[in-house]
Structure formats: structure tokens, C-alpha cells
């Protein structure tokens, strides 16, 4: 029964660690060292601890504990910026996780040379001044560590850096390794059963309540501390019988020279000779962290409790109860299952290949796991609905989707919660399996507890769910594909209580050469903080529309944050694209600054002059900030969460942000971003992040404008300037069309609205522009009948005809009305171009 992490290391079988206990009938040599049979039941052949140097940009090895360190080849020092997995354990911080496999992929730190079953896990150690180190084990499975081994290192990772922390100043600490084993209080011994001839180390002595002098090296001397209800169980472990090979664990108690009853854990792994005799028995022994009462099905239920009262989401109460259930009852399979609807969810199979189950759940494997109806299982749905569990012990006639996951033996336990089943979990053998009262009391308790943590778990599941889909909503489905650029967008919640967040992003296409970047901040992670969030981005999103200014948009949100009366406020940073020129107009408010890469790989900080955060002042002002880009420049636009932290400084995250940066690949702008991202482990704060990488326009369009004066010739005067223009552009082909189109507009603008009109012509590639500005909000109504008696109407429906796309969009001030005419092609010209033509920007005013 698994207490603790270290109670319960289990047991891989590196060949280097068989080699070396399994050559005599007689004890090991005295010499073997605890460490290296706690590291072998922990699936470790191998550890080396790395200590950082002060001032120094390596990791150096300092101390290991194994079987044949040479044989793994680990460098003795390491760089810190490297790509190893220490240093990347290192720098994230948390633990690595290699399989073979995922071994393979890393360049350096590694064992030398490649094993094809060898895994690796890199530790990160830490301590209240920093970080101190890195330990790094070598394990010879080829699965890599299991969840329980990792538990195991993990705890004891955290005692080295204790050992470490506690010899600071005066350099790392004679055999910390060894010493931090001493401080979890690990013992070991390997016991020869035929002799009962046992070497048991001094931790393991002290467990037992043994004196030195006292131990005359026989097992006799461990079984006369053990409680006298406890010594059949113990003997069964400690003298296997020619049948018993593997692991074996059990829980007992002993009583110390003080009177003191102590809860001891014991995890051994007998090892065959070469008549198929148990020849050793190697075992560790723990100090359970669970108070025991009474007998041990007690204390397995306090465990139970204790367990699932930590488990949050279904999953998690799904391990506990596997890990709870399979290995004291000697199951060979165990299911658990949430009950949905009339179907069965399952969320946790043990083992979890397929082969294992029979083939009705095969045909149902939909997903990770198989999601059938209990329409297809009618004796299961019975005891389902009964609520109380079944033993149905070998020989018990079972429908074929029950087949094959019990043949000798299968408990249904359902899980009641509040009246109903919450779920189930099935328990099966494959031998015979006789059930006795303390597997059914421990089975009803189980049932019971599991039951209400699942109701829990799947109410922290469904508002977890809830938030995701809710921050989803407020965000960007897509983004927009941009002319002269690509851009992408990452967001991540945060990984601490409800998993959304005020961070939002957005990318507004403003006109076909004018796009609109903007990330910000609203204060704090909770609904409220997203509702506002999402509120800010459409507010945001419709003055840009509307064709304001940079500085008018952040100005109106502002107020509008202001007038909601909300404790809370928001950060941003706003910024406006011309694709054709690469000029970029920045509005800060409060928010942190942009980030550029530029083409040969150096960054800056953009100084745009910030203002207050919106929602502060009404009387707010935000400067803008004028800046050009180059093709091939990358802008970053980040949040806090990214680059500052608890333990991380706003000024160094900014050094590692840009420095991650200049680093990276710029043909591949989604890569930038996840590298920008990193693993950031357990966020306190969401992130969000925008890139944009610049590219330019393919094609440069040719540009020139016209002021309209109010005069009764107004309209020829613009048919002359635009006559003009096009022959100066050499498109005359394109005259008729587009001066019936610039005769249209002009009188509309001149007729119906009042103040200021401006005409201006674009050319790009084979399309004329035609765009007409007045100052009037309203869009040109067309008429919805025209017949031959109307005055007027026909000129709208004369240009919408003639033109390839035709609209308004929404000005500062007004709107502008704008016609596309394609240039009928024509035979390349044998005449040279005449002076100023396809020069970029034109600009004839009258």
C-alpha cells in the first residue's frame, strides 16, 4: 500500500544492478552501499548529482551512487545553457522525464555511449537562495520511470538539496547522495533465505529499533521486533517459496526498545539462482508517513482518504483508487469508469493495453479509453442499478463484454454518491480467487469514499471545462491572413484555481493594407476579470473599425472601462500596421513594451511613451509612438505572465524573452512561439502572445490624391486630375471605366454630405482603387426600385457594376466610399516609360 513516495519505489531491473547482488548464496560484501539498492528498487542504476559552481555558467558532478558509474559515460560538467537534460531541468525548473526514446533525441548530457533501453530523469534541486544543482539517474527501463519511481526521486531530489543547502559556504558536503538517503530514512538489506543470512544497513537497523551491538546479522533478529499478529505475513516475504519471484510489499509493525509501535514498509524483490530457487531477497524498508490503527485495512482506508481529499479531477481519483485496489488485492485487472448518461466513461484502465480487455471494449475504443453503453452490459446496468457490489467469483456466466476481464473472479463495485451511481470500478483476476471479509470491507469503504470524490472531482472537472470554453469564446477563433506578413497568436491559462484569465489578444484587419495588433491585461484571474477582458477586446475591436487613430481607440476604451465603474482595470498596447510602408503607430497603456527582432538577429525594446492603464483616469492621454520595420523584422507583443514571476524578475525575464528571441528561427513565426513560450511549468499568471513577422508587400502600390473644391466644376476637375494620373500610370485602358466611376462618387459626396472631399487613386498590379472621402458617418443608400420615371439612383448600380468589389468603411471623421477596376490587359508597349512613372507615392493636390 503506497503511504508515501518512498515507501513504495518500484522495482525496475537494470541489468548492472542484477550483477551485483546475485553471484553468491552468501550476503553481499559489507561495502555495498544503501544507496545503490534504495536507487535500484527506485528503477535507478545510476545517480549523479550536479552542483552549480558560484560565478560559474557549468554544472559540475560532485558526488554519484550506482552500479558501474563508468559505464554510463556522464560528462563531468555540463553547461548551463546548453541542451542537456540537466540543464534544461535546470533552467525550467522542474523535472525531466526521459524515455528511451525520448532519450535518443537530446545531443548532450547523455549516456555515452546510447543504450537502447536506457532512460534518464534530470532533477532540478532548490532551495529558498536559488537554485543549487541538478541530479540526474539512469534507470534501464524501457517504459522510463513509473509514476511511483518518480515520486521517489522526486522526494528524494528534495533531501539532497536539503543535505546541500545545509553544508552552504563551505562547499558541497561529504556523500550528500548517501546522506540524503539517511535523512528520508531509507534502509535496505538483502536477506539469503536459505541461511537467513542478512546484511541490514544501519538506517534499517535504527527503523527497527536494533543497537548495534545487538544485530548478529540473521533475520531472526528483525522478526523479534515484528508484532506477533504480523509475523506470518512477514515470514511469507522473507522466506519465499520456490514459486514466489518479483516484487512483494507489506505493511507491519514493529515495537521499539521504547514501547513505541512503529508502522514500517517493506518492499523486496526476490531473486531466483540457478536451480529456479529464491537465492536473495533484496528489500528496502521506510518509515510509513500514515498513522496506523488497528488492523491494516485501517490503515490503508486513512490512506484512501487522505489520498482522494488531495485528488481534483476525476483522473486523479481514478489513480488513487487503482493504486488503492490492484496491488493489495493481487488484481490482475482493474477499470474505472464514470456513468454518464446511461453509458459507461471509463478514465482509467490498469494495465492500459487494449490487449489486456476483452474485445467488446476493443470495438468501443474510441478515444484513450473505451466509452460504451450499458445497454450492451445488461448484468453489469443490473448491479448498477441495485448500487450494491458483486463478487462473482470463477465460473460465473457473464455477458461477452464482461468476459475475459475476470475469469477467476470479478468484483463490481458501484460508486454511490448523493443518491445515485456515480460510477464503477471493476475489479478482475485471472486465477481462481477466493474473497475474504477484509477485501469486502475494504471494497464497501472504498466504494463509498470514491464515490463522493468523484462527484467532487467531476464538479471541479465541469468548471474547469466551463472556464476553458468561456476564455475560448472571449479570443479569437482565427486570425486574419495578412499581405507582407504572418502572424500567430499562443495563449495558456493559468495553471492555479480557475483556469481563466484577463489576457487577451486580437488582430484587426483594418483595410487590405492596414492591420490593427493588440494584446492586454485585465487585473486578476477570475470571471469577473474575463467578462471585462472580453467587453475591452470588442470595444477595442469596433472604435478600430470604425477608422480612428491609434490614440483615439485606446482613449475611447478608456472611458469606457472608466464609466463601467469596475474595481478592476486593464493594461494595453495597441498597434496599427501599414503593410505597404512597414510604419507602425504604438499606444501603450500601462502594458509592457513591444519587442523587435530585427533581421540580423539583435532585439530592442521599443521605447513607446507609455500611459495609464485604461480604467484609471478619464482625462487619460496616450502618446503615440511612431516606428519603421524592415522586411524580415519580427514584432513580439507579450504579457506579463510570460516574462515576470514570483521567483523572476521583470528586468531578467525580459533579458531571457529577448535573448530566446534573437535565438530563434524567423522562417517559422509559430516555432518563435513556442520557443518564446517555453515550459513554464506551473503558471501563477496566463500568457498571451502575438507575433507578427514583416515580410513587405510583394508589389508596392502607386499612390496619388486630389482635395475636391466646392466649386460648380468640381467633377471635371476631377475627371482631368485622374485622366492624368492614369496616363502618367500608363493604364489608360482603364480610363473609361474608372472616370465614369470617380464622376459618380464625387457628385454622391458633393450632393449629399457636407465639409471637406478627397479623392484618392491607388495602383496595384492590374487594379485601379478609387476611394472617396467625405464627412459623413452614413453609407450611400441605393435605391430599391428604379424605374424610368426616377430622377436619380442609377449611378450607385452603375458603379457597383462596373466595379471588380465596391464598399464603405468607416473613417475618422467620416467615411470613405472606394471602387476596384481591373486594367484590361494589353500587349507590353515598345515605347520607354516616361519619367516619374511607377515612382511610390504621388500626391497632386488642387
Same mark, same amino acid.
Given at each position: 500500500?503506497?503511504?508515501?513516495?518512498?515507501?513504495?519505489?518500484?522495482?525496475?531491473?537494470?541489468?548492472?544492478?542484477?550483477?551485483?547482488?546475485?553471484?553468491?548464496?552468501?550476503?553481499?560484501?559489507?561495502?555495498?552501499?544503501?544507496?545503490?539498492?534504495?536507487?535500484?528498487?527506485?528503477?535507478?542504476?545510476?545517480?549523479?548529482?550536479?552542483?552549480?559552481?558560484?560565478?560559474?555558467?557549468?554544472?559540475?558532478?560532485?558526488?554519484?551512487?550506482?552500479?558501474?558509474?563508468?559505464?554510463?559515460?556522464?560528462?563531468?560538467?555540463?553547461?548551463?545553457?546548453?541542451?542537456?537534460?540537466?540543464?534544461?531541468?535546470?533552467?525550467?525548473?522542474?523535472?525531466?522525464?526521459?524515455?528511451?526514446?525520448?532519450?535518443?533525441?537530446?545531443?548532450?548530457?547523455?549516456?555515452?555511449?546510447?543504450?537502447?533501453?536506457?532512460?534518464?530523469?534530470?532533477?532540478?534541486?532548490?532551495?529558498?537562495?536559488?537554485?543549487?544543482?541538478?541530479?540526474?539517474?539512469?534507470?534501464?527501463?524501457?517504459?522510463?520511470?513509473?509514476?511511483?519511481?518518480?515520486?521517489?526521486?522526486?522526494?528524494?531530489?528534495?533531501?539532497?538539496?536539503?543535505?546541500?543547502?545545509?553544508?552552504?559556504?563551505?562547499?558541497?558536503?561529504?556523500?550528500?547522495?548517501?546522506?540524503?538517503?539517511?535523512?528520508?530514512?531509507?534502509?535496505?538489506?538483502?536477506?539469503?533465505?536459505?541461511?537467513?543470512?542478512?546484511?541490514?544497513?544501519?538506517?534499517?537497523?535504527?527503523?527497527?529499533?536494533?543497537?548495534?551491538?545487538?544485530?548478529?546479522?540473521?533475520?531472526?533478529?528483525?522478526?523479534?521486533?515484528?508484532?506477533?499478529?504480523?509475523?506470518?505475513?512477514?515470514?511469507?516475504?522473507?522466506?519465499?517459496?520456490?514459486?514466489?519471484?518479483?516484487?512483494?510489499?507489506?505493511?507491519?509493525?514493529?515495537?521499539?526498545?521504547?514501547?513505541?509501535?512503529?508502522?514500517?514498509?517493506?518492499?523486496?524483490?526476490?531473486?531466483?539462482?540457478?536451480?529456479?530457487?529464491?537465492?536473495?531477497?533484496?528489500?528496502?524498508?521506510?518509515?510509513?508517513?500514515?498513522? %496506523?490503527?488497528?488492523?491494516?485495512?485501517?490503515?490503508?482506508?486513512?490512506?484512501?482518504?487522505?489520498?482522494?481529499?488531495?485528488?481534483?479531477?476525476?483522473?486523479?481519483?481514478?489513480?488513487?483508487?487503482?493504486?488503492?485496489?490492484?496491488?493489495?488485492?493481487?488484481?490482475?485487472?482493474?477499470?474505472?469508469?464514470?456513468?454518464? %448518461?446511461?453509458?459507461?466513461?471509463?478514465?482509467?484502465?490498469?494495465?492500459?493495453?487494449?490487449?489486456?480487455?476483452?474485445?467488446?471494449?476493443?470495438?468501443?475504443?474510441?478515444?484513450?479509453?473505451?466509452?460504451?453503453?450499458?445497454?450492451?452490459?445488461?448484468?453489469?446496468?443490473?448491479?448498477?442499478?441495485?448500487?450494491?457490489?458483486?463478487?462473482?467469483?470463477?465460473?460465473?456466466?457473464?455477458?461477452?463484454?464482461?468476459?475475459?476481464?475476470?475469469?477467476?473472479?470479478?468484483?463490481?463495485?458501484?460508486?454511490?454518491?448523493?443518491?445515485?451511481?456515480?460510477?464503477?470500478?471493476?475489479?478482475?483476476?485471472?486465477?481462481?480467487?477466493?474473497?475474504?471479509?477484509?477485501?469486502?470491507?475494504?471494497?464497501?469503504?472504498?466504494?463509498?469514499?470514491?464515490?463522493?470524490?468523484?462527484?467532487?472531482?467531476?464538479?471541479?472537472?465541469?468548471?474547469?471545462?466551463?472556464?476553458?470554453?468561456?476564455?475560448?469564446?472571449?479570443?479569437?477563433?482565427?486570425?486574419?491572413?495578412?499581405?507582407?506578413?504572418?502572424?500567430?497568436?499562443?495563449?495558456?491559462?493559468?495553471?492555479?484555481?480557475?483556469?481563466?484569465?484577463?489576457?487577451?489578444?486580437?488582430?484587426?484587419?483594418?483595410?487590405?493594407?492596414?492591420?490593427?495588433?493588440?494584446?492586454?491585461?485585465?487585473?486578476? %484571474?477570475?470571471?469577473?476579470?474575463?467578462?471585462?477582458?472580453?467587453?475591452?477586446?470588442?470595444?477595442?475591436?469596433?472604435?478600430?473599425?470604425?477608422?480612428?487613430?491609434?490614440?483615439?481607440?485606446?482613449?475611447?476604451?478608456?472611458?469606457?472601462?472608466?464609466?463601467?465603474?469596475?474595481?478592476?482595470?486593464?493594461?494595453?498596447?495597441?498597434?496599427?500596421?501599414?503593410?505597404?510602408?512597414?510604419?507602425?503607430?504604438?499606444?501603450?497603456?500601462?502594458?509592457?513594451?513591444?519587442?523587435?527582432?530585427?533581421?540580423?538577429?539583435?532585439?530592442?525594446?521599443?521605447?513607446?511613451?507609455?500611459?495609464?492603464?485604461?480604467?484609471?483616469?478619464?482625462?487619460?492621454?496616450?502618446?503615440?509612438?511612431?516606428?519603421?520595420?524592415?522586411?524580415?523584422?519580427?514584432?513580439?507583443?507579450?504579457?506579463?505572465?510570460?516574462?515576470?514571476?514570483?521567483?523572476?524578475?521583470?528586468?531578467?525575464?525580459?533579458?531571457?524573452?529577448?535573448?530566446?528571441?534573437?535565438?530563434?528561427?524567423?522562417?517559422?513565426?509559430?516555432?518563435?512561439?513556442?520557443?518564446?513560450?517555453?515550459?513554464?511549468?506551473?503558471?501563477?499568471?496566463?500568457?498571451?502572445?502575438?507575433?507578427?513577422?514583416?515580410?513587405?508587400?510583394?508589389?508596392?502600390?502607386?499612390?496619388?490624391?486630389?482635395?475636391?473644391?466646392?466649386?460648380?466644376?468640381?467633377?471635371? %476637375?476631377?475627371?482631368?486630375?485622374?485622366?492624368?494620373?492614369?496616363?502618367?500610370?500608363?493604364?489608360?485602358?482603364?480610363?473609361?471605366?474608372?472616370?465614369?466611376?470617380?464622376?459618380?462618387?464625387?457628385?454622391?459626396?458633393?450632393?449629399?454630405?457636407?465639409?471637406?472631399?478627397?479623392?484618392?487613386?491607388?495602383?496595384?498590379?492590374?487594379?485601379?482603387?478609387?476611394?472617396?472621402?467625405?464627412?459623413?458617418?452614413?453609407?450611400?443608400?441605393?435605391?430599391?426600385?428604379?424605374?424610368?420615371?426616377?430622377?436619380?439612383?442609377?449611378?450607385?448600380?452603375?458603379?457597383?457594376?462596373?466595379?471588380?468589389?465596391?464598399?464603405?468603411?468607416?473613417?475618422?471623421?467620416?467615411?470613405?466610399?472606394?471602387?476596384?477596376?481591373?486594367?484590361?490587359?494589353?500587349?507590353?508597349?515598345?515605347?520607354?516609360?516616361?519619367?516619374?512613372?511607377?515612382?511610390?507615392?504621388?500626391?497632386?493636390?488642387?
Amino acid at each position: 500500500m503506497p503511504h508515501d513516495g518512498s515507501a513504495r519505489a518500484g522495482l525496475s531491473q537494470p541489468g548492472t544492478a542484477e550483477a551485483g547482488v546475485a553471484d553468491t548464496g552468501s550476503p553481499p560484501e559489507p561495502e555495498t552501499p544503501t544507496s545503490v539498492r534504495a536507487l535500484t528498487f527506485a528503477g535507478a542504476a545510476l545517480a549523479v548529482l550536479y552542483v552549480a559552481g558560484a560565478g560559474s555558467d557549468d554544472l559540475r558532478s560532485v558526488d554519484t551512487a550506482g552500479y558501474a558509474p563508468a559505464e554510463y559515460g556522464l560528462p563531468e560538467r555540463l553547461a548551463l545553457s546548453g541542451g542537456s537534460p540537466a540543464a534544461r531541468a535546470f533552467r525550467a525548473p522542474h523535472p525531466v522525464w526521459l524515455t528511451p526514446a525520448a532519450l535518443a533525441s537530446y545531443p548532450e548530457g547523455c549516456p555515452a555511449p546510447p543504450r537502447a533501453r536506457t532512460s534518464l530523469g534530470a532533477l532540478p534541486l532548490g532551495a529558498e537562495g536559488g537554485r543549487l544543482g541538478c541530479l540526474v539517474v539512469v534507470g534501464a527501463g524501457e517504459n522510463g520511470f513509473e509514476g511511483e519511481q518518480q515520486r521517489f526521486l522526486e522526494r528524494y531530489a528534495d533531501a539532497v538539496a536539503d543535505v546541500l543547502e545545509a553544508g552552504a559556504g563551505g562547499g558541497p558536503p561529504s556523500a550528500p547522495l548517501s546522506s540524503a538517503l539517511r535523512r528520508m530514512r531509507v534502509g535496505s538489506f538483502v536477506l539469503v533465505p536459505e541461511t537467513g543470512a542478512m546484511d541490514a544497513d544501519e538506517t534499517l537497523r535504527e527503523l527497527v529499533g536494533i543497537k548495534p551491538d545487538d544485530f548478529d546479522g540473521r533475520a531472526d533478529s528483525l522478526l523479534a521486533h515484528a508484532l506477533p499478529e504480523d509475523l506470518p505475513a512477514l515470514m511469507s516475504v522473507l522466506e519465499p517459496s520456490t514459486r514466489t519471484f518479483g516484487r512483494r510489499e507489506l505493511d507491519f509493525r514493529v515495537r521499539c526498545p521504547t514501547g513505541e509501535m512503529r508502522w514500517l514498509s517493506l518492499r523486496c524483490r526476490v531473486a531466483a539462482g540457478a536451480d529456479d530457487r529464491p537465492e536473495q531477497v533484496l528489500g528496502v524498508v521506510t518509515a510509513t508517513s500514515v498513522l %496506523h490503527r488497528g488492523a491494516g485495512g485501517v490503515s490503508r482506508i486513512q490512506w484512501l482518504t487522505a489520498a482522494l481529499d488531495k485528488a481534483t479531477t476525476v483522473r486523479d481519483v481514478s489513480h488513487v483508487v487503482v493504486a488503492a485496489l490492484r496491488e493489495p488485492l493481487g488484481a490482475d485487472r482493474v477499470a474505472f469508469a464514470e456513468l454518464q %448518461h446511461e453509458r459507461l466513461q471509463v478514465t482509467l484502465l490498469d494495465p492500459p493495453q487494449p490487449a489486456a480487455w476483452p474485445r467488446t471494449w476493443r470495438l468501443q475504443w474510441r478515444s484513450e479509453w473505451p466509452d460504451a453503453p450499458l445497454s450492451a452490459l445488461p448484468t453489469l446496468r443490473t448491479a448498477l442499478r441495485d448500487g450494491r457490489m458483486d463478487l462473482w467469483p470463477t465460473g460465473t456466466a457473464v455477458e461477452p463484454g464482461l468476459d475475459g476481464i475476470g475469469p477467476g473472479g470479478l468484483a463490481v463495485l458501484p460508486l454511490p454518491a448523493r443518491g445515485r451511481v456515480a460510477g464503477v470500478c471493476l475489479i478482475g483476476w485471472d486465477r481462481p480467487h477466493e474473497f475474504v471479509p477484509e477485501e469486502r470491507s475494504l471494497l464497501t469503504a472504498t466504494a463509498s469514499l470514491a464515490g463522493q470524490a468523484l462527484t467532487r472531482a467531476h464538479a471541479y472537472d465541469a468548471e474547469q471545462e466551463l472556464a476553458t470554453m468561456l476564455q475560448r469564446s472571449l479570443l479569437p477563433r482565427r486570425l486574419p491572413g495578412l499581405p507582407g506578413g504572418i502572424v500567430v497568436a499562443r495563449y495558456l491559462p493559468a495553471r492555479r484555481g480557475l483556469q481563466v484569465g484577463g489576457d487577451w489578444y486580437d488582430v484587426i484587419a483594418l483595410s487590405e493594407d492596414r492591420v490593427a495588433l493588440v494584446i492586454g491585461d485585465v487585473q486578476g %484571474h477570475s470571471a469577473a476579470a474575463a467578462t471585462i477582458m472580453g467587453q475591452m477586446r470588442t470595444a477595442v475591436r469596433a472604435y478600430a473599425v470604425e477608422g480612428h487613430p491609434p490614440d483615439v481607440v485606446v482613449s475611447h476604451a478608456n472611458r469606457l472601462l472608466v464609466g463601467m465603474e469596475t474595481d478592476l482595470f486593464a493594461t494595453c498596447c495597441y498597434a496599427e500596421l501599414n503593410m505597404d510602408e512597414g510604419d507602425v503607430l504604438f499606444v501603450r497603456a500601462g502594458h509592457i513594451a513591444p519587442l523587435l527582432r530585427h533581421p540580423d538577429g539583435s532585439t530592442e525594446e521599443v521605447e513607446a511613451e507609455g500611459g495609464l492603464p485604461l480604467g484609471i483616469s478619464m482625462e487619460a492621454d496616450f502618446p503615440m509612438t511612431a516606428v519603421a520595420l524592415t522586411p524580415g523584422t519580427m514584432l513580439a507583443l507579450v504579457t506579463d505572465g510570460l516574462i515576470e514571476a514570483a521567483d523572476l524578475s521583470l528586468d531578467e525575464g525580459m533579458r531571457r524573452t529577448r535573448a530566446t528571441l534573437a535565438a530563434a528561427d524567423p522562417s517559422d513565426p509559430g516555432r518563435v512561439a513556442d520557443h518564446l513560450l517555453g515550459d513554464l511549468g506551473r503558471r501563477e499568471d496566463d500568457v498571451a502572445l502575438l507575433l507578427l513577422r514583416y515580410d513587405g508587400m510583394k508589389t508596392r502600390p502607386i499612390r496619388s490624391g486630389w482635395v475636391v473644391w466646392r466649386l460648380p466644376d468640381a467633377v471635371m %476637375h476631377a475627371r482631368r486630375f485622374t485622366a492624368r494620373t492614369l496616363r502618367r500610370w500608363k493604364v489608360e485602358e482603364a480610363t473609361d471605366p474608372v472616370l465614369l466611376v470617380v464622376s459618380e462618387l464625387v457628385t454622391n459626396a458633393l450632393v449629399h454630405t457636407q465639409g471637406p472631399v478627397r479623392l484618392d487613386l491607388m495602383l496595384r498590379g492590374d487594379r485601379v482603387r478609387v476611394c472617396v472621402s467625405d464627412s459623413s458617418p452614413r453609407a450611400p443608400a441605393k435605391p430599391v426600385i428604379v424605374d424610368w420615371e426616377s430622377t436619380g439612383g442609377r449611378g450607385l448600380l452603375l458603379v457597383e457594376a462596373m466595379s471588380e468589389s465596391f464598399g464603405t468603411v468607416p473613417v475618422a471623421g467620416g467615411k470613405q466610399v472606394c471602387s476596384e477596376i481591373a486594367v484590361p490587359r494589353r500587349e507590353p508597349a515598345s515605347v520607354g516609360a516616361e519619367p516619374g512613372a511607377g515612382t511610390g507615392t504621388d500626391h497632386d493636390v488642387s
